[in-house]
């Protein structure tokens, strides 16, 4: 059994920011990761493998999206070193000062979290899309404000991207890599510049996007933390000296191991998290004790998208990054509904299958890959669509639970997840309605999806919550630290422990709650 400092379980944006902040002061640190350490060469959108993460059998298959379907509620995750940084739109954004006004400790509030978004601002290399470099979706989001008399309302987003002033889009040939410039950042980590090919969300095959590996992490492991990808904790135990046993599955050697550690600090996201101590508490019955609020006010972030085509505008959402801007209506102006529309982008798959095989000889030489070549030079099948995103402030409507499998009733050990949608209802509808009189307002045609329109099914990258934060165990989890209720030395750190929702990209607020956190961690 190996014995640790601090283990922390989990490197997303709790988790790289308690590893960075606690190594810096001296602490041997360990951090445990369950999905592998991804290269630029290994990105799904360069090597065309490795989609996809499977939590019952992740020694198979533990590729870069975990993808938890939960009937009318389906949540993306990231699978990697970086955590949810290696999947998410890059967009870095404070959340507004009234949203920590209810629902929060009596110790959060936007004035003590300011000065940590601003460090987590600089450690991310946050940017805004360059003027000359807006693309045509960044263009109809604002003549869409315009044209509502909303134009105020508009704003290009903060980006943690690396983008060149020099590069634009008349360039030849001007989406090639080749456009990319080299650079080494603040933190030792070769990357290169922005070209919008648009896989932001597939893995930056030029490294201009500011994943946590190539910041926090990499700060971190300056200073002496050892990150370990592959090993997926399985359960925690309180030892009577007062430190905590964790039980590890390596997926890479096909093992088990133990590890004992002073402090251990969960940082797995809002589902990981959740289920960890879900399972600790029901399952093994390691940690009794946990409060009953664990798995609870567990909310969507009221995340939704618009398929928009026109008849008369290019558009290609293939090119640019995810996201480039946003109309905000998080003032409740709307009836009372809060919400932020954006702009989205796709992911180029056709693109990227097309430069796979053009890297491949023997498959280019072959009569269905020089078709393939000669049909993607001038094809794009969503050069006429405008992908409407967003999140709204939905009610906290979700519950966690380990429930039954339908093939062994007599096991209680799998994740289920209760979600009312009325409690999202009256901001997603909201949303999906400027989503589409924006439509409407510049020539398009917009298509509420089926999905919530006659099911009220929604798909969220953004889960917030199932480890709430408050100022007693009866309310939350944690207290305004992440510190567990009844569990000196163990914590949760991440967005498992945002309250409520925050109606815009949580990524930055995680991150500048980690790094209160940190502040206060006891040495």
Known sequence: METVATLIIGSGFGGSVMACRLAERGERVVVLERGRRWQSRDYPSVSQDNWLWDEDEPEH?????????????????GAGVGGGSLIYANVSLDARPEMFEQGWPEAIRYPQLSRHYHTVGQMMGVQSLPDNQWTPRTRLMHEAAEKLGHGGRFKVVPQAIQFDPDWHAGLDDAYDYHH???????????????????????????????TLDLNYLARAEQHGADIRPLHHVRWIRPLEDGRYEVGVRDLLAGAWRRYRAGRVIVAAGSVGSTELLLRCRDQYRTLPKLSRALGRNWSC?????????????????????????????LDGSDNGARYLVEDGGLPDLLGNLLEHTARHPRLARTRLGAAMLEYGEDSNPFLRMMPWFGQAVDDPGGRFRLGRRWYAPWKKDRLRLKWDYRKAEKAVQALADRHLALTEATGGRGMTPATWKWFKNLVTPHPLGGCGMADDPKQGVVDHTGAVFHYPGLYVVDGAMVPRALGLNPSKTIAALAEYAATRMPG
């Open 61 to 77: 298959q533990n590729g870069w999206l975990d993808f938890r379907y939960f009937g009318d509620m389906s949540i993306a995750m």
């Open 180 to 210: 990319s410039k080299t650079w080494t950042n603040a933190h030792g980590r070769e990357q290169g510049t922005c070209v919008h090919c648009g896989n932001c969300d597939l893995g930056c095959p030029v490294n201009a996007k500011n």
């Open 301 to 329: 972030n009221g995340d939704f998208f618009t398929p928009a085509l026109y008849s008369d505008r290019e558009i290609a959402p293939t090119r640019g990054p995810t996201i480039t801007s946003a109309i905000d209506y």
